[in-house]
């Protein structure tokens, strides 16, 4: 019912920056939260950001943060993640997830009910 398409992933050198979109459409209105993962290859799908419907409350990782900040434009259904000081580390494929219950944690996959295709991110040496 709710469907998540990201954009914005790219190459990049270490120590630039990126800023990733998440376009939603459907029922967004039942979005309580709205969070970014990444998936390195080899590694299990990581937390990196999330955000209240109405960006009252907002959760990092702590390998990104200071460095990542995530925002929405409800108006435009649209999550953002700007990425800044990139790291080789933060190579991976980045997710946008909705969450319409937050049972155990803002950082939980198994919280999130619908997710995106995901977008790579390669940040070069």
């Known amino acids: 019912q709710v469907q998540l398409v990201e954009s914005g992933g790219k190459l990049v050198q270490a120590g630039g920056s990126l800023r990733l979109s998440c376009a939603a459409s459907?029922?967004?209105?039942?979005?309580?939260?709205m969070g970014w993962f990444r998936q390195a290859p080899g590694k299990e799908r990581e937390f990196v950001a999330a955000?209240?419907?109405?960006?009252?409350?907002?959760y990092y990782a702590d390998s990104v943060k200071g460095r990542f900040t995530i925002s929405r434009d409800n108006a435009k259904n649209t999550v953002y993640l700007q990425m800044n000081s990139l790291k080789p580390e933060d190579t991976a494929v980045y997710y946008c997830?909705?969450?319409?219950?937050?049972?155990?944690?803002?950082?939980?996959?198994?919280?999130?009910?619908?997710w995106g295709q995901g977008t790579q991110v390669t940040v070069s040496s």
């Open positions: 997830a909705s969450s319409a219950d937050i049972r155990s944690s803002w950082s939980s996959t198994s919280d999130y009910h619908y």
């Open positions: 459907g029922r967004t209105f039942t979005s309580l939260a």
């Open positions: 955000i209240s419907w109405s960006g009252g409350r907002i």
